[in-house]
DNA sequence: ACAGTCAAGCGGAATC
DNA sequence: GATTCCGCTTGACTGT
């Protein structure tokens, strides 16, 4: 079963919600029992895949945090939920806060699914959710608040859910930048090596060749071409010297028509 | 088992 | 001071 499929069980986060806090609040049971069809009415499309491992440890902290949160919130004298971690933390949503307060005021039977204690603990998007978001992205990569609220109302989502998701959405597509980037240095780089190894060899013959003999009587006439790139041809005193006022060329390298030409990037 | 993906948290900087 | 964004990180989940 692939992660559609999973998530098309219509298994709400209610329900991973109701699950968890049965297993740890269980003098509570009724109550998040409750609490769980409640979130079913309000995101029916906010679905979720089933896991039939269970719950982690890891999850049970956070759930027991999120109850936790809720049960201060009201006054509550829970004592059942001072000891979730530092990650917890993170969890907390105060729109989910108030959410949660809310479906203490609803009465409803809970689902078989409940019972099983099966609970994702990460939320993942609908496809449908994310081809929306990615639509609404490639119109403008930032949102106003009035169109993150429109956004999440549409998608049935919290509207920190749609912020967190363009600025994760933002960050990759950085990164995919930064790849891109890096690759095309990597490329200019590899080109620029190139470069300076032909015009390493190509001086180290002109130096052999100086020594041996006068510059142009040694050079084969076939080899001494005219630059493409400065249109000289390396030595001063030509009719190009005219140009500029500097004898030698500027870009001091020969055009050999045997090499690759100049790949400066 | 491990690497990759992704939603989400946190802290800091910027902006108003 | 509130809000938003960004960079970094975490933890759940998936694919191999």
């Known amino acids: 079963m692939g992660f559609e499929d999973a998530c098309n069980t219509g298994l709400s986060l209610g329900l991973g919600l109701l699950d968890r806090s049965e297993n740890h609040l269980q003098s509570h049971d009724h109550q998040h029992k409750r609490l769980s069809l409640r979130f079913d009415h309000l995101?029916?499309?906010?679905?979720l895949g089933l896991s039939s491992e269970g719950t982690s440890q890891t999850a049970l902290k956070i759930d027991v945090g999120k109850v936790h949160v809720d049960?201060?919130?009201?006054?509550?004298?829970f004592s059942a939920v001072s000891?979730?971690?530092?990650?917890v933390k993170?969890?907390?949503?105060?729109?989910?806060?108030?959410?949660?307060?809310e479906t203490e005021k609803v009465t409803s039977k809970v689902s078989d699914e409940d019972e099983e204690g099966s609970a994702r603990k990460k939320l993942r998007l609908t496809k449908e959710q994310s081809v929306v978001l990615e639509?609404?992205?490639k119109e403008h990569s930032?949102?106003?608040?009035?169109?993150?609220?429109?956004?999440?109302?549409?998608?049935?989502?919290?509207p920190r859910q749609v912020e967190v998701w363009f600025q994760n959405r933002r960050a990759r597509t950085k990164l995919k930048q930064t790849e891109v980037d890096c690759e095309l240095l990597k490329k200019c780089c590899e080109t620029l090596t190139d470069e300076n190894r032909r015009l390493q060899k190509e001086l180290q013959e002109l130096k052999a060749l100086k020594l041996t003999a006068p510059f142009y009587m040694q050079l084969p006439a076939a080899t001494l071409t005219m630059c493409p790139s400065c249109e000289r041809i390396g030595s001063g005193g030509d009719q190009n010297s005219s140009k500029s006022p500097f004898p030698m060329v500027t870009k001091p390298h020969f055009y050999n028509p045997f090499t690759h030409p100049s790949a400066a990037c």
């Not at 930032?142 to 919290?158: D, F, G, S, V």
Request: proline share 6%; aromatic share 8%; charged share 30%.
């Open 43 to 47: 995101f029916p499309s906010l679905t």
């Open 71 to 77: 049960l201060c919130r009201q006054a509550s004298s």
């Open 83 to 87: 000891s979730y971690s530092n990650s």
């Open 90 to 101: 993170r969890e907390r949503d105060p729109s989910w806060e108030e959410i949660e307060i």
């Open 135 to 137: 639509d609404s992205f």
């Open 142 to 158: 930032t949102l106003n608040p009035k169109q993150k609220e429109a956004l999440a109302k549409l998608l049935n989502l919290r």
